[in-house]
């Protein structure tokens, strides 16, 4: 398992750009609102450690993880953001649904990396169970959003 020896809170902040100049949105689905209230909860609080202001930070929110790329897609072409941060949670159940909304939550977010000269920041949980999705949102495996937080910092000074 890719996070048993890494805690997803943890980050030298050494090696960080400071993001005073820098305006983050933050498109948050509805969906298992518990996990992806933790993960803003990271997202927001890594964003304002490292120098972000709290005017330059937008959230919004979509109903489900299916509609982070609009609701993604929206935020680039309405707002001057220097990044974007989709957050979301999806958990296995008894059907494929899940297969079919992991996949097209990720490619639609590959996309819009591919079609837009600012990063869309992938922070979608996709756990077997609700306790593996609260041991990423907070938990024991720390906060998948704090670390969405920091790479969405590092591609957002990439090309300055």
Known sequence: MATENKNLSQYDKTGIPDAGSLRFGIVVSEWNDTITEGLFSGAQAALLD????????????????????????????????????????????????????????????????VRYDCPVIFCVLTDDTVQQAADRSGGKHGNKGTEAAIAAIKMAVLGQ
């Not at 999806?90 to 059907?95: A, D, N, S």
């Open 50 to 113: 490292c120098g972000a202001l709290p005017e330059n930070i937008i959230r919004w929110n979509v109903p489900g993880s299916f509609e982070l790329t609009f609701g993604c897609r929206k935020m680039l072409e309405t707002h001057e953001v220097d990044a974007v941060i989709a957050i979301g949670s999806v958990i296995r159940g008894e059907t494929s649904h899940f297969d079919f909304v992991c996949s097209a939550a990720a490619q639609g977010i590959k996309d819009l990396n």
